[in-house]
């Protein structure tokens, strides 16, 4: 079955926005790499061109292996060069949920998570790295499939189209 209501075939990140990491990571790394050789230390040398190669897995990945799609009638995520699969039947989701978790920044909170909750499965992605209208069209094509399914105060507000109230996302117990 196909889903076509405006929503892409693949729901990928959006690399603007995680431009960040991406800078960050090869700036250190050649730092590393620049002291590694005016030191003649082949460790350092080794070490940098590791921190660099690990950068360009990483925006590999993102670029064209990290997915969000309906497949087969299940809500399929991809990641870590499709070697990660989470994988959720349409008919059983009975929830979609934002959450935010800790994060290791002072106590500070993730983006809203979307998580899609099966009668089993569950699919947890965090959001910041994707476009909101993409995540609405995927949202709104779940619906459409299965209108049972319920929605949380935030995605609620995706959906209708109204910016999401900062207190309406829950809290992870952990």
Same mark, same amino acid.
């Given at each position: 079955?196909?889903?076509d209501?405006?929503?892409?075939?693949?729901?990928?990140?959006?690399?603007?926005?995680?431009?960040?990491?991406?800078?960050?990571?090869?700036?250190?790394?050649?730092?590393?790499?620049? *002291?590694?050789?005016?030191?003649?230390?082949?460790?350092?040398?080794?070490?940098?061109?590791?921190?660099?190669?690990?950068?360009?897995?990483?925006?590999?990945?993102?670029?064209?292996?990290?997915?969000?799609?309906?497949?087969?009638?299940?809500?399929?995520?991809?990641?870590?060069?499709?070697l990660?699969?989470?994988?959720?039947?349409?008919?059983?989701?009975?929830?979609?949920d934002?959450?935010?978790?800790?994060?290791?920044?002072?106590?500070? *909170?993730?983006?809203?998570?979307?998580?899609?909750?099966?009668?089993?499965?569950?699919?947890?992605?965090?959001?910041?790295?994707?476009?909101?209208?993409?995540l609405?069209?995927?949202?709104?094509? *779940?619906?459409?499939?299965?209108?049972?399914?319920?929605?949380?105060?935030?995605?609620?507000?995706?959906?209708?189209?109204?910016?999401?109230?900062?207190?309406?996302?829950?809290?992870?117990?952990?």
């Amino acid at each position: 079955m196909t889903y076509d209501r405006g929503m892409p075939a693949r729901v990928r990140p959006d690399l603007f926005t995680l431009w960040p990491a991406w800078i960050g990571l090869p700036i250190f790394g050649s730092a590393v790499l620049a *002291l590694g050789v005016q030191a003649s230390d082949t460790a350092l040398v080794g070490i940098g061109l590791a921190l660099l190669l690990v950068n360009i897995a990483i925006v590999l990945d993102h670029a064209y292996f990290t997915t969000l799609a309906i497949e087969d009638d299940a809500l399929v995520s991809r990641s870590r060069f499709g070697l990660r699969e989470e994988r959720v039947p349409i008919g059983a989701i009975q929830r979609i949920d934002a959450k935010r978790y800790p994060t290791t920044h002072g106590g500070a *909170l993730s983006a809203p998570n979307l998580v899609v909750r099966g009668r089993t499965e569950t699919v947890r992605m965090n959001t910041k790295p994707y476009r909101m209208r993409e995540l609405r069209a995927l949202v709104v094509a *779940l619906r459409a499939a299965n209108p049972a399914i319920a929605l949380d105060e935030f995605w609620t507000a995706v959906v209708e189209g109204r910016d999401p109230r900062p207190g309406s996302v829950a809290e992870s117990r952990w």
